[in-house]
């Protein structure tokens, strides 16, 4: 059978250490160019994710606890990562702030770099623009958590193995105890979606399924 993702003991230290009244929800770049049908870096699977993440929006949102977006922004001029998604350059222009694309799966057309109409953020949610992909690098975003005294971090979103991993990561330079959502994340690569999960359980965080983290929330006294 599949190796489990969180070994026994690791759950029950993560139920023990993290600290679910001080947590965060971070929703990485769930954006139309990356996430509706046809888009130039569609990730095939990344809508499949909406509904888990949904849950877990309104779980944290009951709570008050804080829900962070963040939304990948390409330099309108080249810049190293160009190297790896030629598709951020003219005349496709993925990713590019105000950039208009038209999208057939809702027949309409949206800022390409804006969060998917399934998961429009509110007023009261922290929105962090970052030109790499790791949503601390070069942001507020460390000190805005720390300032409203968040220990713990959910994260969720799309690619699993790049922005999502690189911003699980930077969480666990910061001192965050960090859970990646499993069914909260999505990958074109199945394989390395899996061994980033593997990975990161091993030395950075924890892995878990997004119904355990919601009856977390939930239960919170």
């Not at 309108?76 to 993925?94: A, F, G, N, V």
């Not at 208009?100 to 429009?120: G, P, V, W």
């Not at 949610?125 to 942001?139: Q, R, S, V, W």
Request: charged residues 20%; proline residues 5%.
């Amino acid at each position: 059978g599949a190796e489990p993702s969180v070994r026994p003991e690791m759950k029950s230290f993560q139920e023990k250490s993290t600290d679910w009244k001080n947590s965060a929800l971070i929703v990485v770049d769930m954006q139309n160019d990356f996430v509706r049908k046809g888009a130039p870096l569609e990730v095939p699977t990344a809508l499949g994710t909406a509904a888990a993440q949904k849950a877990l929006i309104l779980a944290f949102r009951n709570r008050k606890l804080p829900i962070v977006y963040t939304k990948f922004i390409s330099h309108p001029h080249y810049y190293l990562l160009w190297e790896w998604s030629p598709q951020c350059q003219p005349p496709t222009k993925c990713c590019w702030k105000g950039h208009q694309r038209y999208y057939k799966d809702i027949s309409a057309n949206r800022d390409c770099t804006e969060i998917i109409d399934e998961l429009s953020p509110s007023s009261d949610d922290i929105i962090i623009e970052k030109y790499g992909y790791g949503a601390f690098h070069g942001t507020p975003l460390a000190d805005t958590l720390h300032a409203r005294g968040i220990t713990s971090l959910a994260i969720t979103g799309t690619v699993t193995q790049i922005c999502v991993e690189e911003t699980g990561r930077e969480a666990f330079h910061h001192g965050f105890r960090t859970t990646l959502i499993e069914d909260g994340v999505s990958s074109f690569a199945p394989d390395l979606h899996a061994a980033t999960l593997k990975n990161f359980a091993m030395k950075f965080g924890w892995v878990s399924k997004s119904d355990s983290i919601i009856s977390s929330i939930s239960s919170l006294k």
